[in-house]
């Protein structure tokens, strides 16, 4: 009977012991982690002019330290810093937080070499350096990094290769290193990153060919390499990437059904070798690769390696039991006072969370504990309306899809460094355009609009939204996703971004500028635009026949290979009716409006057809106004009056006529004489097939 309550006594003590000790360990981790922050701090903000909360004798966990957030175990789970001014460096100490799951410091001017020791980081899933001044190589201790999901360093300085250790991190769905300075090859063995989805590695300096392990990545949907020096025959099973796979500007590279690539000749194809894995990247990655654990493990058992541990177990039973009651005691006296400060911090905590839940901020709006993965995804609305959230009808769209293109604010302000005036593309009636880069490292336009200026009826915004997520074609401008913020009165809408401008940039231009557009480049533009009209005005199963109703020079922009891209496609569906009308005055100072519009006061395929006509004469006199004396030009064909004087007559004459005869059928008085858009694509494919 005494002997199991001894036995009580006995397992109670030790397990008191325990739990002094670990919450004794756990003071001290906290310990560690501040004062890692503190040099983190030293080293980034070395003028203390942006971190000034983060104070020695502050709790981090308190959410008073700006961008720091912990988890429930009261360590540091993040640090969101981006678009801060940070100048400074970053710290090795970075390594000491070994909980942290999420850094961001994109956006910033730090420079320095990202240290080796974020390699220990191994909790990590999103790790974004993009957009600063690092310099040096990838570390291939970030091969460490297990948990890794996104890795993005794009828009450094960073030399040197990528490392073929990159190939451990198996749970990394997006990485992103363009517009850097590396240089050597793609290592084959990214081609075991099984659920990347998203690889950029456009804009560096890499050579050799495209491995054949990279097309077989079966999650692969983007793959941009363009402007760099690769060579050899592109895997054909890339195809299926179909305009997810960028290659522009590598000269050496060849490939057969890749539009604008040569075919390749035996000598290219006698690279192909080196798309399976090469011995020495195997050799690179046993030997090379510095063993993160191994200092740690070292130096733990030069104090407890084999002998050493049995030497302990000489040691007098007296002097171990004094020691442990010593320890006992110094313990229960520290584990006392941290249980106490932790209760009086929890309690600090809990007030500050009641006071801050009606506060309106976009800094907390990491959800650590529902945090899952990419923060384009996962993260909360911070101000809290979500139209698709209302239970409102979503439409046809599957709640998959609707998902995909939702973004959270804070991505928004992040990406337009919080609609900072030097991104600012254009301002309108309604709405304001943001040139902004994503935290993959893609750029966008992000288009805001006043919920004032939306549909104020919910249903109609969503199927509005519906519309707009639906459309989808190769010169439409690629609607990335949208999110909607009630805290700031704007609904924001992410484009793919157009780098070559607007088309109106090209009109009106000086003789020998740049901006003269060369006779082919006029009628692919022409061709394109004629084709997301006709895409637009077409109605089947998937899609009603939508009209634009303002399309014009503005509203064209230019991708890189001087593709048209029509912007503000099926937009017009969420917006309010008095909203629509004051953006007629621009459309009918710039002579796009059809006539019809002022008797009728309604829009048509034919009025979108008006206006293309409009355009098709812009783009071949050059001029945005179009006097009456370039019209009678056109009439009488006179092309060398009408055709823009900056070509010096290098144009087709029977492309030209043709061309200004579909544009004046287009601008007819008569929108009955007018053709519909598909008859327009048939005259146009039969001028081709002709010339
Ligand atoms: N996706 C894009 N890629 C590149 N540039 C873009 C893009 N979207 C918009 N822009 C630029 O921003 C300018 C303004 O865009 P837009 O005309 O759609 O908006 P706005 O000026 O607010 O006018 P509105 O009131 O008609 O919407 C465009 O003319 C173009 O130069």
Redesign the pocket.
Known sequence: MVKPFKLNIFFLINFFILLLYSSFFQSILAETELTALMDIKSSLDPDNKILKTWLNDGDPCTGSFVGVACNDHRKIANISLQGRGLTGKLSPAIGELKSLSGLYLHYNSISGEIPAEVGELTELTDLYLNVNNFTGIIPPEISHMTNLQVLDLCCNRLTGNIPAQLDSLSKLGSLSLQYNQLDGSIPPSLGSLHVLKRLDLSYNFLSGPIPATIANIQQLHILDVRNNSLSGAIPASLKRLDTGFLYGNNTKLCGAGFLSLRACTALDNSNVDFNSPRPFDLIFKNHTTPKHDEPKNASFQTKCSSTNCSKSTKFPQIVIVVGVITASVTIAVAGFLTFFRYRRQKQKIGTMVEASESRFSTDHAIDLQSKSASPLVSLAYSTGWDPLADGLNSGDLSQEALQSFRFNLEEVESATQYFSEANM?????????YKGVLRDGSVV?V?SISVNSCQSEEAEFVKGLNLLVSLRHENL?SLRGFCCSRGRGECFFI?????K??L?KYLDVNEGSDLVLEWSIRVNIINGIAKGLCYLHEKNDNKPSVVHQ?MSA??I?IDNQYNP?I??SGLRKILADDTIFS?LK?SAAMGYLAPEYITTGRFTEKSDVYAFGVLVLHILSGKQQLTNAMRSAAESSKLEDFVDQNLNGKFSVTEASKLVRLALNCTHELPDERPYMEAVIQELNKRNSGS
């Open positions: 593309l254009g301002r309108g009636n309604f709405s304001t355009v336009a288009k401008v484009y793919d971004f157009a780098p401008g607007n109106l303002n503005e509203k922009v891209l912007l503000d953006a621009v």
